[in-house]
């Protein structure tokens, strides 16, 4: 999928790095104590070199002090309460996966917006694939980006203070992009090697193929343990997958076996450049043969409508870049409705589980 992984991404990760928990006085005026409470903290892994970034968004039960997360030189950030007392009870936990080439702080629109409807987020920097780290060879390590997710999922679990706030009937993986693949993995969908070969092969300058033909990726050679493998994580009731990549190369027997309900969520009508990212019958046809699937369009919309909102200079700056046009939404679009009707489709299905 898309990555702005070019000179601009390590512009915007120094921000999103050194910039996003900074004290802000002009944040959204909204009352403190109903502001998302947000901490971070690194997720102990067995099957990457190093510990991976994470951060959890959750209900506040008091006010401590104003932050901005995701607050960069072109994106809106989210406010935030740094670190309050999570509210009583027990709260549904949501799973979530960037795509590639992003990170979990420019999802803080999304993620806040859940919290607002009494969801705990979960969220993880998937390295290799993240903001100002993003490499084709190591993109294409699909197996590591779900065991992110349930290595992260076990460390909050096992918390002695955020575990005992957690739903643990009502937990769901959702991503977007090459995260609604990985979210699609986490209950049992399984990739082939030889379908998303063909894929590229005839589409190799589409978008997604594009930037592992660039990195020399065959997929004939990837390494079939990481992206062919079985990474069911029987604590996800569902997931939430927002356009995800490459669903044309899934194992069609893996289809059959999945038995929990299933959103997928399209932005926008896709052209034939985006085929990567296409679940109608147009691309993969996932939307019919996923045997429990929900299929929710999003329009006026595109791709990049689920990033978050764009400052004014935004633009300029990436045509300035020569990076993808990530501000920019279609004809009659506006990201603003666009992301609160995302946010509707979501809890939609969500409530229902």
């Not at 379908?195 to 300058?205: P, Q, R, W, Y």
């Not at 990530?326 to 603003?336: L, Y």
Request: charged share 20%.
């Amino acid at each position: 999928m898309p990555s702005f992984s070019r000179r601009f991404s390590s512009l915007l990760l120094g921000a999103l790095c050194a910039g996003s928990l900074f004290v802000s006085l002009s944040a959204a005026a909204q009352p403190p104590q109903a502001l998302p409470g947000y901490d971070r903290f690194d997720v102990q892994v067995t099957h990457r070199a190093w510990p991976v970034q994470g951060s959890i968004w959750y209900p506040a039960a008091n006010r401590t002090y104003r932050g901005m997360i995701g607050d960069n030189i072109v994106f809106k950030g989210a406010a935030v309460q740094m670190g309050p007392r999570v509210k009583d009870g027990r709260h549904p936990l949501i799973v979530l996966s960037h795509g590639s080439g992003g990170n979990m702080d420019g999802l803080g629109w999304f993620s806040s917006a859940l919290v607002e409807a009494g969801y705990m987020v979960l969220a993880v920097n998937h390295p290799g694939s993240t903001s100002g780290d993003s490499s084709p060879r190591r993109s294409v390590r699909l197996g590591q980006r779900v065991k992110d997710l349930s290595a992260a999922l076990d460390q909050v679990l096992a918390d002695p203070y955020f575990g005992q706030h957690v739903d643990r009937t009502r937990i769901a993986s959702l991503g977007f992009s090459l995260g609604g693949a990985t979210a699609l993995q986490s209950v049992g969908l399984r990739f082939d090697r030889v379908l998303t070969k063909a894929f590229c092969d005839e589409n190799s300058d589409r978008v997604g193929c594009d930037f592992y033909r660039k990195g020399g990726v065959d997929f004939s050679k990837v390494d079939p343990e990481q992206f062919e493998g079985d990474f069911k994580d029987p604590r996800f009731a569902a997931p939430v997958s927002v356009d995800p990549g490459f669903t044309v190369g899934l194992d069609p027997e893996s289809l059959k076996k999945v038995t929990e309900p299933v959103l997928l969520i399209s932005l926008g009508f896709q052209n034939d450049n985006w085929k990567a990212v296409d679940v109608t019958e147009e691309g993969s046809g996932l939307a019919r043969r996923l045997p429990k699937a929900e299929f929710v369009r999003i329009a006026p919309a595109n791709h990049f409508s689920f990033l978050a909102e764009c400052k004014p200079a935004g633009k300029a700056i990436l045509a300035e870049e020569g990076e993808d046009p990530i501000c920019d939404d279609p004809e009659g679009g506006e990201r603003g409705l666009a992301h609160q009707q995302t946010i509707n489709a979501v809890l939609g299905f969500l409530d229902q589980l």
